[in-house]
T-cell receptor, first 116, second 113 residues
Framework: DVKVTQSSRYLVKRTGEKVFLECVQDMDHENMFWYRQDPGLGLRLIYFSYDVKMKEKGDIPEGYSVSREKKERFSLILESASTNQTSMYLC???????????????FGDGTRLSIL | AQKVTQAQTEISVVEKEDVTLDCVYETRDTTYYLFWYKQPPSGELVFLIRRNSFDEQNEISGRYSWNFQKSTSSFNFTITASQVVDSAVYFCALTSGNTPLVFGKGTRLSVIA
């Protein structure tokens, strides 16, 4: 079974802090994704990566950055945390198959981040 | 642009009732893939099914069934004889295969004993 592990289930940080959310997958997947989930808004894509050292902006990248130095690890960074970044953060990974990226994404348990 | 609409925000049913969750999608691609995910209270999204645009055959898996109709751009999900364990948020999603998944906003299903 694919395992996507997020470093923390719950996290509390202060405004202005630099926050790191870590995600590791154990199935050698090429693609990794970071989403945030807010009530009434569903899942919104922050950043994604199709390969090591590659990153692309999703729908709401402002205030965030990412790092993918190794294939299995995809980190989300809040450069200077603000209260409007309080949310549930979900990491996902998926494999390439042939020439397409149409395989199901596998999700971690999520990190519930509170910024005070 | 691709879009997924789940018009039902919340649904409540009594145990053993059948329930259908609606999903309507928009895409200009001729090849695309549709997904359903379940998010129980624990938080992790669980993959349920993937369908490609060339396969309109309906699928049944135990109490779950999916009705894919290209003519109405819909991919509806029916739970037969619902159980309390079916209580969750359900997401429908779409990709062409070269773009990230686009998710609907989800439908929260509550099954009452």
């Amino acid at each position: 079974d694919v395992k996507v592990t997020q470093s923390s289930r719950y996290l509390v940080k202060r405004t202005g802090e630099k926050v790191f959310l870590e995600c590791v997958q154990d199935m050698d997947h090429e693609n990794m994704f970071w989403y945030r989930q807010d009530p009434g808004l569903g899942l919104r894509l922050i950043y994604f990566s199709y390969d090591v050292k590659m990153k692309e902006k999703g729908d709401i990248p402002e205030g965030y950055s990412v790092s993918r130095e190794k294939k299995e690890r995809f980190s989300l960074i809040l450069e200077s945390a603000s209260t409007n970044q309080t949310s549930m953060y979900l990491c996902a990974s998926s494999p390439n198959m042939g020439t397409g990226r149409n395989q199901p994404q596998h999700f971690g348990d999520g990190t519930r981040l509170s910024i005070l | 642009a691709q879009k997924v609409t789940q018009a039902q925000t919340e649904i409540s049913v009594v145990e053993k009732e059948d329930v259908t969750l609606d999903c309507v999608y928009e895409t200009r691609d001729t090849t695309y893939y549709l997904f359903w995910y379940k998010q129980p209270p624990s938080g992790e999204l669980v993959f349920l099914i993937r369908r490609n645009s060339f396969d309109e055959q309906n699928e049944i898996s135990g109490r779950y069934s999916w009705n894919f109709q290209k003519s109405t751009s819909s991919f509806n999900f029916t739970i037969t004889a619902s159980q309390v364990v079916d209580s969750a948020v359900y997401f429908c999603a779409l990709t062409s295969g070269n773009t990230p998944l686009v998710f609907g906003k989800g439908t929260r299903l509550s099954v009452i004993a």
